[in-house]
């Protein structure tokens, strides 16, 4: 009797370093049945934008008048006839009519040509690009198949998972299980 309690112990131990020890393939994990946890770091990427620094605005520039000299010829005595009188060659009084014509000068004079003026001029509005750092995805973490891959994330040889054997795409072996019933999903469902 002590033969079957030999093997029995024995069977067992081999079952348990079967399942313990080695790698998930050697331990009976084969395709889509294995996975793998798979951190991702976010990715962040630089976005550059055009900011309003100075808005436009409007400033007024004067102008001092514009004056300018100016001719002109300006009557200064009328003319007309005048009685004149004087003496004559023997001491006698004589009298005539005498025109005389007006006379005129040539004055200056300073005109304001242009009043002082008050004259708008826009700036235009100044703009400068500011970069900034934005978050374009974030960290995920979740269970991925492990299939049979080299090292690395990257595709490797077979298929990767059931769906994939059977033809479904879009779909994951969690999402059949879930539309199975076997299980109600998980929170890196779509991952």
Known sequence: ?????????????????ALFAGTPAQAGCHGAECYRYVATPPVFDTVSEQVLV??????????P???????ERVLVAPGGRVWQT????????????????PQYAVRQRRVMVQ???????TIPPEYA?????????PARAGWVPAGPRGPGYGPGYGVGSIPDALGITGAS?????????FSRGSVYDGY
């Open 1 to 17: 009797m002590a033969a079957p309690v030999a093997r029995s112990a024995t069977l067992a131990v081999t079952l348990a370093a």
């Open 54 to 63: 100075r808005p436009p605005r409007t400033v007024y520039r004067s102008t």
């Open 65 to 71: 008048p514009v004056f300018d000299t100016v001719s």
């Open 86 to 101: 004087r003496r004559g060659p023997y001491g006698e009084l004589e009298g005539c009519w005498i025109d005389t014509p």
């Open 115 to 121: 009043p002082p003026q008050s004259i708008p001029e």
């Open 129 to 137: 690009t500011v970069s900034r750092r934005v978050l374009v995805q």
């Open 173 to 181: 072996s969690a999402d059949i299980g879930v539309g199975l019933g």
